[in-house]
């Protein structure tokens, strides 16, 4: 079946710092890749994507590379803001089977302090 | 409308009794989808609809849960018997035609049991 595996959280950073947090699948066929962000009392976001390898999704000055030999899709920001606090989500589509149905890592909870 | 809406965004029940919980879709969209998330466990699956397909209820957690979605739009989740272990957010998304677009999140119904 399919998986993602994200690092546990909470990770706790000062403003302006770097940024990583891992993920890594596993997917019966060749996937589509996601980050979503939840901010806090907020629904999930889409934050960017890739749906092939060596692509590279970004967005508000985050960026992800789809790893094919790795199976990673590891999230990174060069200087995290206070306003980057939120639960990162990491997730797959693998439509091989027919099903569209996205599979979510358990959230990375980022804590950026002033 | 302009995004996906959820209603109530919380709800507090008594042990034992059902509780409804709704999904307006973004008008157009044909996917629909049901996860589950509880403190610490990422989001879980329950149910998937797509079109005039028979939906895959392979994340429903047992026969007290269902869901219906009538005329292809709204989505009603009920759970008969509430139980004290039902209690999380609900989260609904859609998307459309089900492919490896992202999915759009409503901003979840949150279900305390006590």
């Known amino acids: 079946g399919n998986s993602v595996t994200q690092m546990e959280g909470p990770v706790t950073l000062s403003e302006e710092a770097f940024l990583t947090i891992n993920c890594t699948y596993t997917?019966?066929?060749?996937?589509?890749l996601f980050w979503y962000v939840q901010y806090p009392g907020e629904g999930l976001q889409l934050l960017l994507k890739?749906?092939?390898?060596?692509d590279k999704g970004s967005n508000k000055g985050f960026e992800a590379t789809y790893r094919k030999e790795t199976t990673s899709f590891h999230l990174e920001k060069g200087s995290v803001q206070v306003s980057d606090s939120a639960v990162y989500f990491c997730?797959?589509?693998?439509?091989?089977?027919?099903?569209?149905?996205?599979?979510f890592g358990r959230g990375t909870s980022l804590i950026v302090h002033p | 409308g302009a995004g996906v809406s959820q209603s109530p965004s919380n709800k507090v029940t008594e042990k034992g009794k059902d509780v409804e919980l709704r999904c307006d879709p973004i008008?157009?969209?044909?996917?629909l989808y049901w996860y589950r998330q509880s403190l610490g466990q990422g989001l879980e699956f329950l149910i998937y609809?797509?079109?005039?397909?028979?939906?895959?209820k392979s994340g429903l957690p047992s026969d007290r849960f269902s869901a219906e979605r009538t005329g292809g739009s709204v989505s009603t989740l009920t759970i008969q018997r509430t139980q004290q272990e039902d209690s999380a957010v609900y989260l609904c998304?859609?998307?459309?035609?089900?492919?490896?677009?992202?999915?759009?999140f409503g901003q979840g119904t949150r279900l305390t049991v006590v």
């Open positions: 997917a019966t066929g060749y996937p589509s």
């Open positions: 998304a859609s998307s459309p035609r089900g492919t490896n677009t992202e999915a759009f």
């Open positions: 997730a797959l589509i693998d439509a091989s089977g027919g099903s569209y149905i996205p599979t």
């Open positions: 609809f797509q079109g005039n397909s028979a939906p895959d």
């Open positions: 890739a749906t092939k390898a060596d």
């Open positions: 008008s157009g969209h044909t996917a």
